[in-house]
């Protein structure tokens, strides 16, 4: 079974819509794939419809953005009650304040270089959720930095000067809500250190005793070293491991199915969730 758990479609800051990215999973071979787009089931329905045709199971997910002691931390919510209210409420606030920083940042790179917020519409279209990604397609299309990777090493930052945080629930708080919505919370590629601070050791246990279920281990911001620590955490703590592409179609170089999850992985997942994986 080549399950892979976490990817990105055009509802968030993929480049593909979900029935494309269904087919793409197809094409790399992949028996499970996970949809998690930042902050949003908008994608859910569409990916659903394509399992059919495509013979590819889905199992229903979102990536969370969450804070913890000032570090951005990213936390996977499988199979979590989409009805739940408090769940899609706290959704719907952190897309607002997305999209209202997002014009933020925009104004002020505007003030030095020729860049509107029509720009960021023109490469966000589809998107409900709109973060810096976009904000970097548009610089390419301008023609201001050369690719996404050039545009978050530079003008996009977090240390960088036109950098705006945004809202974003405790890490803590959100892994109560994702339970309490029937969800199943993973922090995505934990030790992810380029792209800032990381959780240390004490952070990750005191989250597992919140009811943390699983750490992201295999995944490519990861080298061996992290992943042998990370692996040692997980069993130490009882957590779950997972190992996803993080696929942003062409926006981003990973590869559908470059790092995979266990079957027996998935099916605790799925005992645990309040969806069924949806299987064609
Ligand atoms: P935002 O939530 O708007 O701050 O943007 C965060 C998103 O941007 C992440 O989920 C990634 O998809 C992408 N991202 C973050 N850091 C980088 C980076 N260094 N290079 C490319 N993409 C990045
Ligand atoms: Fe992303
Ligand atoms: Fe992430
Ligand atoms: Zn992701």
Same mark, same amino acid.
């Given at each position: 079974m080549r399950i892979d758990l976490h990817t990105h479609s055009?509802?968030?800051?993929?480049?593909?819509p979900p029935a494309a990215l269904m087919q793409a999973a197809r094409d790399a071979g992949l028996d499970v794939v996970g949809l998690t787009?930042?902050?949003?089931?908008?994608g859910w329905d569409e990916a659903a419809a394509a399992i059919v045709e495509t013979g590819v199971a889905l199992v229903r997910g979102i990536e969370l953005s969450t804070r913890h002691d000032g570090m951005s931390v990213h936390l996977l919510c499988y199979?979590?009650?989409? !009805?739940?209210v408090s769940l899609a409420d706290e959704l719907a606030r952190i897309r607002e304040h997305r999209r209202t920083r997002a014009r933020r940042i925009v104004e002020r790179i505007a003030a030095d270089l020729p860049l509107t917020w029509d720009d960021v519409l023109a490469q966000s279209a589809g998107a409900v959720s709109v973060g810096r990604p976009h904000i970097a397609d548009a610089l390419v299309a301008r023609g201001l930095v050369e690719h996404r990777d050039a545009a978050f090493a530079t003008?996009?930052? !977090?240390?960088?000067?036109?950098y705006v945080p945004h809202y974003a629930p405790a890490t803590s708080a959100a892994v109560a809500l994702v339970l309490a919505a029937g969800g199943v919370p993973v922090i995505a590629h934990?030790?992810?250190r380029m792209r800032g601070r990381t959780l240390d050791d004490e952070a990750i246990a005191s989250l597992a005793t919140g009811g943390l279920v699983g750490?992201?281990?295999?995944?490519?911001?990861?080298d061996e070293a992290e992943r042998t620590r990370l692996r040692g955490l997980a069993a130490e703590l009882g957590l779950l491991v997972t190992g996803s592409s993080d696929w942003h179609g062409s926006g981003k170089l990973n590869r559908l199915g470059e790092n995979l999850t266990d079957e027996g992985v998935l099916a605790r997942i799925e005992e645990l969730g309040a969806l069924p994986v949806l299987r064609p």
């Open positions: 055009g509802v968030s800051d993929g480049t593909v787009d930042h902050d949003t089931t908008d199979l979590p009650r989409p !009805d739940d003008l996009l930052s !977090d240390d960088g000067p036109y934990p030790g992810a750490l992201e281990v295999d995944h490519r911001d990861h």
